[in-house]
């Protein structure tokens, strides 16, 4: 925010050991005890991709981070460890802003072919309109840009790409996405965990919920 001073050189530094120390000890950990899946009452398969550092309760965690919860180390936009028609809920939560714009149609479509029909895709992206009026309002480009480009402290860390909500609407629609909604953190199922759908920004004097979050159906 405006007026937060800078961190210093040594700061940094010493930020960038302590996040690669956890990386080095959370690899270390998953190679002696791998994360057991998880098994539903229900018998559904349920997949969190880009899952990062949320264990997501009864999910299956896909991630490129060597984490203890990861249950499939892969990255997001290649899904070959499971079969077409697989799963019954698809979620993704601030991962598809980071491949390249051109790229963002053959990602959901990976997503859509796993997904058994009338199986659940839900998606959370940063809202391009709102930052746009948190700028316009009178937001600086100081506050403003890492929620635009992410948050660039490691390497996968930067965004490729912008959504609004028709924008999104289209894209899940052209995959085979029907019934297109938007859905609320707070009430969702399968949702009792905390993440970055639930982040708020500030557009002028009122707080907005930041997170575009649309979920829909296979058709």
Known sequence: MAGEAKPTFGERVKYKLEQLGRRNAAAIKRRLRPPVWPVEADGRLRLHVGCGLIDAPGF???????????????????????????????YACHCL?????????????????????????????PDFGVI???YAAGGTMRELQSLLLGGQDYRLNFHAAVFDEQHLRE??????????????????????????SSIT???????????????GRKA
């Open 60 to 90: 299956v965690n896909v991630d490129l981070l060597a984490a203890p919860h990861v249950h499939v180390q892969a990255p997001i936009d290649d899904l070959s460890a499971f079969p077409d028609g697989c799963a019954d809920l698809l």
């Open 97 to 125: 802003e980071h491949f390249g714009f051109r790229h963002t149609h053959t990602v959901l479509a990976e997503w859509a072919r796993i997904l058994r029909p009338g199986g659940v895709m839900r998606v959370a992206v």
């Open 132 to 134: 746009a009026r948190a």
């Open 171 to 196: 894209l899940m629609g052209a995959v085979g996405i029907a019934d297109i909604h938007r859905w609320d953190p707070r009430a969702v199922d399968h949702h009792d965990f905390t993440d970055e």
């Open 201 to 215: 920004c500030r557009v002028g004097a009122e707080t907005v919920l930041l997170s575009l979050n649309l979920e």
